[in-house]
């Protein structure tokens, strides 16, 4: 029994061995940004918070490397500590690397078990280590700044929540084609701006982007909005003030439903949306003529959005409603993945909407 | 006082539902899906209706025997020597399944959490409180059993949030997969509900109201089969069935991708509780073994026989590194998993019954 | 002694060998090893030399005096020999051994001889004093009794006999202690518990082969199952009401001369988490408490070890808000996470220790010194992380929740070997660790009934008041875990209600 007393220090002094992983020994990576370079090698480019809280800027490293892998141990030279990336907050897919298929590259987040899956994606217009690099104007520090920009564009309905897990269940699925936010710089605000989704096709970015308002039918139509989805749009012409001219709704409840239809082959898609007026200069709405005359107005003007975007995505090839889910689901026959985007592209689509007026906010 | 060689039925019920539930259950659905894609779940589907009829054989098999064990009846059908060389198989086969339990969930962690640690660290670790569990009475293990079946609520508790954002579209269509595929993928489906076997090797110590209370235990196996249910249909409504695929456990991804306000990757915690589950598992197989051997070599008491076999899983475990290796001993155990729980029971019991008559 | 000189001393057996009285109190003496709080007083009684001897140490002179003059009188009066409650005449075959060990007791005798032949009187007047009924200091409640047990085990057995008025409640005697002659009380209630626990305890009091037994807590361990387990398998409580409530549901109670505590069995682990106060107040509180008892449990044995695990192994679950902010505070920590917990942990034990036997304002100093300045000068130091310190003081605070006092100290112990579990492997070695005590919990025993009851095996009626606590009127079954032999606690309650609404 006492020569295993000896043991118990022994075991305490060991500890530290093997798997341990201090928090204090990592430099937490929350937003990263890959670029693809012409050679075919990536560009990684992490930004990790400050540690000292009276510090401003955050650490910037942008490395090459072979793959995203290669990129990432190549960072492990550069720091005092060891580069984590389970703290992932947002990655950005630089413009370059959109073009080209995006799984592979993914690939490396999806397989270590390290990472967590949370963590927002989206695209930018630029390489990504430009975006990083530039100067932004925010209360918060530039590795958090991202993240909190596309989620605060979330709230508005203006994206989807894209997280990492979300974007390879797509990138995975052949009967769906993959979205994910766009992001651009503005030089004169010194901030970057989520100025729509950007449309792929077979894992390939398209070069085609659907801008903000969009984006919000667009949400809609996927039944992907959040709790604040408001629409603008000119009803009138030459009212004073000028901004008499415009009405705001807030869509309270929608749902899109998509069913895929034989003879001929067809989808026809159906809005049902209950909205409210939330800004209208003129205003007395109490009438039921005029609520009907905004009834109509709003079908139409839906109707001619959704059908833009349908075209836009039937052009560019890009499945992003997952029309080609449901067909695989419900009319197999018809279902054919080698030229599914062929199909997609020829199909005809047609498009409903009824809108309920359920209110007109707190005045008339 | 209290009978300690005695379990009563519901405690039967959670000592084959632990048996059945092991580490396999994380990769289960990614197992299926591999052979009948999309369609897995009516491959699962299948595999319970068979099984139910397997442990309804069982339950008929064992309250016509009697309150004997199914050694013993071995021993009657096959006769002392060639009964006790059977016992002999038997035991061997299962020192077999708790090593490739023991393996195949040292993979797992050591895959998602414990990459450098040895596995023999690990191993031991893991045997520990396995020995020190199955050295005692069965009623413990029952109780054990029992107290570690509160954490499947939590699993399902957890599993729920993916219902937040589900797309039953890849469940559809309905037996696209063909026939072929959806029979092909019953084998790992079988293989995953193993465990339910148990019954033959526990339902001896109930021993009050036998068939009152054996008629509870069968319940244990739709128990295991309506939770299997809601894992493989939560991850095919989760993941598209490609991904699942390459992703070998499934469950764990799903955690992975959760996130609460108070915990963030749920997958660890969740491994931590999932582990108990699995020990439970490997610790049932370790006393049916030791109750094997100790028939065999008739020994008063089976506790010195497990310490035994701990340290034999415990080197033979180390043979197999790679993941393919590990895959290989697990498709054997396949194999013979179906000699041990359906045609030898079969025999034994035809041969029993024949016995009886003549004895008559 | 002087005039014995020359005379051979020969040790005699009976009193009836003496021939005079100066030899009958030589022989007295010296079978009470010539004690000199031995006090012989000659006087004359009924006209005859008489001599009275006691023990000036436990015999209550005033109550003599009144007795003997008594007694004196009545002789004067009657002429015949009395007896009353006090006052008994001893037989003749009386050997000095055990007139010895009667004045031990605090007996007083008073010999006379007549004839030849001696006339022996016993005069119970012993001696006691006792502390009063006090509210016991380790279990105060808000509400509900303040009466605690005190060191006179005849009090105690009256506290409990006045709360309990049934012929069912058995009282036995057991004498432990070759030197000390204890006293030892089995209070149980026979159509109640179950005779084989009874039996059971019988045989492990009379098995006890000890010379002195000052404390219950050195009883406790000549009888309790199993002495390596870290838990303690009887309860330990100085409340009478305690013991009556635990007696009802079937248990057994010791109580022994000299020690206010009594001794509860069998019980199980979730006992130790009751208090008086549980059902003193509404049950929805009670019950409320009860949950954050074992919750506290949870948190004193756990907290640092996961703690430990979460910052040297998996810092992927720490949520995204707080990732930071953990990771500035232990960015400068010199020490492991282990060393830095095992530093404080100790340092709290310290002061714990050093305060606990401290008078009352001492006792305080060293706390607000060990608590404020030594943890507010580590943390400055950079020694150890705010954190941790958070994490240590929680743990801390939850161990003391407990209401018993030696699960308390369990619960301190057995969080060690969990932060060294954590810091060698993480979850997995907490998850081990847990595991190992679960199993560890499940086999125990607390007189042959199991110690995790209500759990396992599991009994639903049986958490209504182990775990949780329903209205007293709901249970209608005494827990299991005792085994009564009778289940039924009370009848149908509250029936006006159903009554009212037709």
């Known amino acids: 029994m006492k020569k295993y007393l000896y043991l118990l220090p022994a075991i305490i002094l060991l500890s530290g061995c093997w798997d341990q992983n201090l928090l204090k020994d990592v430099q937490l990576v929350y937003t990263v940004g890959w670029d693809q370079n012409e050679d075919g090698s990536v560009t990684s480019t992490a930004l990790a918070p400050p540690i000292d809280q009276t510090v401003e800027h955050v650490n910037r490293l942008t490395i090459e490397g072979n793959t995203l892998r290669d990129a990432r141990y190549n960072m492990d030279v550069y720091v005092a500590e060891h580069i984590d990336f389970a703290k992932l907050q947002a990655g950005i897919v630089g413009i370059d690397m959109a073009r080209d298929k995006l799984y592979p590259f993914l690939d490396v987040l999806y397989r270590n078990p390290k990472n967590h899956l949370n963590a927002r994606i989206a695209m930018t217009n630029t390489s990504a280590a430009e975006l990083l690099s530039s100067k932004i104007d925010s209360q918060r520090n530039q590795s958090e700044y991202f993240s909190g920009l596309l989620e605060s564009s979330e709230l508005t309905s203006v994206v989807p929540n894209i997280s990492l897990q979300r974007a390879c269940t797509i990138l995975f699925d052949p009967g769906t084609d993959l979205y994910l936010p766009y992001i651009t710089y503005e030089k004169d605000m010194l901030r970057a701006k989520v100025s729509g989704i950007g449309l792929f096709s077979k894992q390939k970015y398209t070069d085609v982007y659907l801008n903000e308002d969009q984006s919000v039918i667009f949400n809609i139509l996927n039944n992907e909005t959040s709790t604040i989805v408001t629409l603008t749009k000119r009803i009138t012409d030459g009212k004073e003030p000028e901004v008499s001219n415009w009405v705001s709704v807030n869509i309270e409840k929608s749902k899109t439903d998509i069913k895929i239809k034989e003879n001929p082959f067809r989808a026809e898609i159906t809005l049902k949306a209950d909205i409210t007026i939330s800004e209208y200069g003129p205003d007395h709405l109490q009438s039921e003529k005029k609520l009907n005359e905004f009834k109509a107005f709003w079908e139409k003007e839906l109707k001619k959005d959704i059908d833009e975007i349908l075209e836009i995505t039937q052009e560019v090839e890009s499945d992003v409603l997952g029309i080609g889910k449901r067909t695989a689901a419900f009319k197999p026959a018809y279902w054919d993945e080698e030229r599914w985007h062929d199909i997609y592209r020829d199909m005809e689509i047609t498009s409903k909407v009824s809108v309920k007026m359920i209110g007109t906010g707190i005045i008339d | 006082m209290n009978e300690k060689n005695e379990i009563s039925g519901w405690q039967l019920f959670f000592l084959i539902v632990q048996t059945q539930i092991g580490v396999g259950a994380l990769s289960m659905p990614a197992d299926i899906s591999i052979e009948s894609g999309h369609d897995a779940w009516i491959s699962l589907v299948i595999a319970g209706v068979l099984m139910q009829i397997l442990i309804l054989f069982y339950f008929w098999m064992m309250t016509t025997a009697g309150d004997m064990s199914y050694f013993d009846i071995t021993k009657k059908a096959f006769g002392k020597i060639a009964g006790r060389c059977l016992i002999a198989l038997y035991s061997i086969y299962f020192i077999y399944v708790v090593i490739v339990s023991n393996i195949s969930f040292i993979k797992v962690i050591s895959e998602w959490i414990y990459m450098d640690t040895p596995r023999w660290v690990l191993m031991i670790l893991f045997l520990l409180p396995a020995v020190y569990l199955v050295r005692g009475h069965v009623s413990t293990i029952a109780r054990f059993s029992m107290l570690v079946s509160f954490f499947l609520p939590i699993l399902v508790f957890i599993l729920l949030f993916v219902y937040t954002q589900p797309e039953f579209l890849y469940l559809l269509p309905v037996g696209g997969e063909g026939i072929e595929n959806i029979l092909k993928g019953l084998r790992p489906a079988l293989f995953a509900l193993l465990g339910f076997e148990a019954f033959l090797y526990f339902s001896s110590y109930v021993k009050k109201d036998r068939k009152k209370e054996l008629k509870k235990a069968t319940y244990a196996t739709l128990f295991v089969f309506i939770f299997y249910l809601f894992l493989i249909i939560t991850t095919q409504v989760f993941f598209y069935v490609d991904e699942i695929k390459i992703i070998p456990y499934p469950v764990l991804y799903i955690m992975k991708a959760l996130s609460f306000v108070i915990v963030d990757r749920v997958d660890l915690l969740f491994l931590t509780f999932w582990m108990v589950i699995a020990a439970t598992s490997l610790m049932n197989y370790l006393f049916i073994s030791s109750q094997a051997v100790r028939d065999v070599f008739l020994l008063k008491d089976h506790s010195n026989a497990v310490v035994i076999i701990a340290l034999l899983v415990l080197f033979i475990s180390s043979i197999p590194t790679t993941k393919t290796d590990v895959k290989e001993w697990t498709n054997v155990l396949l194999y013979l998993s179906v000699v041990f729980t359906i045609f030898l029971p079969f025999i034994t019991f035809i041969l029993f019954r024949l016995r009886r008559r003549i004895e008559k | ?502």
């Open chain 3, 1 to 502: 002694m002087n005039e014995k000189s020359g005379k051979s001393f020969r040790k005699m057996q009976y009193i009836r060998e003496c021939q005079s009285l100066d030899e009958l109190i030589e022989q007295l003496s010296f079978h009470m090893g010539n004690t000199q709080d031995l006090v012989t007083v000659k006087v004359q009684f009924a006209d005859k030399e008489s001599v009275i001897i006691y023990l000036e140490s436990t015999t209550d002179t005033n109550q003599l005096e009144k007795t003997f003059e008594w007694l004196t009188n009545v002789y004067w009066a009657s002429d015949e020999p009395t007896e009353t409650l006090r006052i008994a005449q001893v037989e003749r075959g009386q050997t000095l051994d055990d007139t010895a060990k009667k004045i031990l007791l605090g007996d007083t005798y008073l010999f006379s001889m007549e004839q030849g032949s001696w006339i022996t009187y016993k005069i119970g007047s012993p001696l006691v004093l006792q502390r009063a009924i006090q509210e016991p200091k380790n279990e105060q409640i808000v509400r509900g009794a303040h009466a605690g047990f005190n060191e006179n085990i005849i009090t105690n057995l009256y506290q409990v006999r006045s709360r309990l008025k049934s012929p069912h409640l058995v009282i036995r005697y057991f004498t432990i202690g070759e030197l000390s002659q204890t006293k030892c009380a089995l209070l149980y209630l026979d159509h109640v518990a179950n005779p084989m626990i009874i039996e059971e305890i019988t045989m492990r009091l009379q098995s006890i082969n000890t010379d002195v037994s000052f404390s219950i807590g050195t009883i406790e361990e000549y009888i309790e199952d199993d002495n390596f387990s870290p838990f303690p398998q009887l309860l330990n409580t100085e409340r009478p009401d305690r013991v009556v409530g635990n007696l009802a549901e079937g248990r057994f109670a010791l109580l022994l001369d000299g020690s206010p505590t009594s001794l509860i069995a069998p019980v199980n682990f979730f006992a130790f988490y009751q208090s008086p106060d549980d059902y003193n107040g509404r049950f929805m509180v009670g019950t409320f408490y009860r949950l954050l008892r074992i919750a506290s449990f949870l948190i004193a044995l756990l907290l640092p070890a996961i703690y430990i695990a979460i910052i040297s192994f998996h810092f992927e679950i720490i949520p995204q808000d707080i990732t930071l902010p953990t990771k500035r505070a232990i960015e400068d920590i010199p020490y492991p996470p282990l060393f830095e917990a095992l530093l404080l942990e100790l340092t709290i034990e310290l002061i714990r220790e050093a305060g606990i036997r401290l008078p009352n304002p001492i006792g305080q100093t060293i706390g607000i010194v060990g608590g404020l300045v030594i943890g507010d000068a580590v943390v400055n130091a950079g020694f150890i992380s705010n954190i941790m310190i958070i994490v240590v003081a929680l743990t801390a605070i939850s161990s003391f929740v407990v209401p018993s006092v030696e699960m308390n100290t369990t619960v301190r112990i057995l969080r060690f070997p969990f932060m060294i579990l954590a810091s060698l492997f993480g979850f997995f070695g907490v998850a081990i660790g847990l595991i190992i005590l679960t199993i560890h919990l499940i086999r125990l025993e607390s007189m042959c009934t199991p110690y995790l009851s209500p759990f396992a095996p599991f009994h639903l009626t049986a958490v209504k008041d182990m775990f949780l606590r329903f209205p007293a009127w709901n249970q209608t079954q005494r827990p299991a875990d005792a085994m009564p032999i009778n289940k039924k606690r009370h009848g149908k309650n509250r029936w006006w209600k159903h009554e009212r609404k037709k």
